[in-house]
């Protein structure tokens, strides 16, 4: 083999090996900081009207229907698992320190098995388990089902979750 070919070899190797050295980086640094947690509102922009009627003033606000927004997904947003997000389907989540919770939680505040979010009736309730510390919606312990609006905070042991869209 000619020179250039060795050259050229060694070159593509040294690239191949930083790229898996970049690649784990990465790797290691979504690991340590977890996912970003952004929070979305709807806003009119600044230079955007408002709807006008027909003599020229602002336009009544149509009807407010109760249109009720459907969560897509359970997150942590505060607590050692802050980034966590978990799909709500048709089917319950179990949380606490037990393995075979949906939401595996290492918090010496919560349960094995602490809480568990549901659906029934196209709303979404949470049920305190029993737990030694309660579950708390927004600043209010909960002693039977309640219902979960999009939005709404919810405390297990040291860990906030929040049911989002």
């Keep these: 083999m000619s020179e250039l070919t060795i050259t050229l070899l060694r070159l593509g190797y040294l690239v191949l090996l930083w790229l898996f050295v970049l ?3 990465g790797v290691l640094r979504r690991d340590l900081y977890g996912t970003r947690i952004v929070r979305r509102r709807l806003r009119r922009s600044a230079g955007a009207p408002a709807p006008v009627g027909a003599a020229g003033r602002p336009a009544p606000a149509a009807p407010s229907v109760p249109r009720r927004e459907v969560p897509r997904r359970l997150v ?3 607590g050692p698992l802050r980034g966590t997000t978990l799909p709500l389907g048709a089917s319950a989540i179990l949380i606490g320190r037990a393995p075979s919770c949906t939401l595996v939680l290492d918090d010496d505040y919560s349960s094995s098995r602490h809480a568990r979010v549901f ?13 030694t510390n309660g579950t708390f919606v927004g600043r209010e312990r909960i002693e039977a089902p309640t219902p979960v609006e999009v939005g709404a905070q919810l405390r297990v042991g040291q860990s906030t979750l929040e049911l989002q869209r």
Excluded: C, F, H, N
């Design 23 to 25: 690649l784990a980086i």
């Design 76 to 78: 942590v947003t505060a």
């Design 119 to 131: 659906p029934q009736d196209g709303q979404w309730y949470v049920e305190d388990l029993g737990s």
